[in-house]
């Protein structure tokens, strides 16, 4: 009340348009050099038969897929932009629909 603007909320205009955090990279690129080591050392530094190192190296590459397809579902901040797809993937297949159903009938 003494004139203070610390307790008053900040006011926005009405047609701002709220700021898209961007897509996080670093955990993908972190996953994808853990398994890159992972593969060489697998390949060149462990004393073990061919196919036991075939087998080591394609249970690194199936866990970092796995891994790579958690982060983009849940921690890349990709989700909007597959929703948006998704979502006009969809309206595009109504009006296939539509056109189709006019032609037909």
């Not at 853990?34 to 530094?45: K, P, Q, Y």
């Not at 004393?47 to 790579?68: C, D, G, W």
């Amino acid at each position: 009340m003494n004139g203070s603007t610390q307790d008053q909320p900040e006011l926005k205009p009405a047609g701002s348009i709220p700021l898209k955090r961007p897509i996080r990279l670093w955990p993908a690129v972190l996953i994808l050099l853990l398994a890159s080591g992972a593969v060489v050392w697998i390949r060149f530094f462990r004393e073990i038969s061919f196919q036991e190192r075939n087998l080591q190296t394609t249970f690194a590459v199936v866990t970092t897929f796995l891994l790579l397809l958690f982060w983009c579902l849940f921690f890349s901040r990709l989700r909007w932009l597959c929703d948006q797809r998704l979502h006009s993937a969809h309206i595009r297949l109504d009006e296939v629909r539509q056109h189709l159903g006019r032609r037909v009938l």
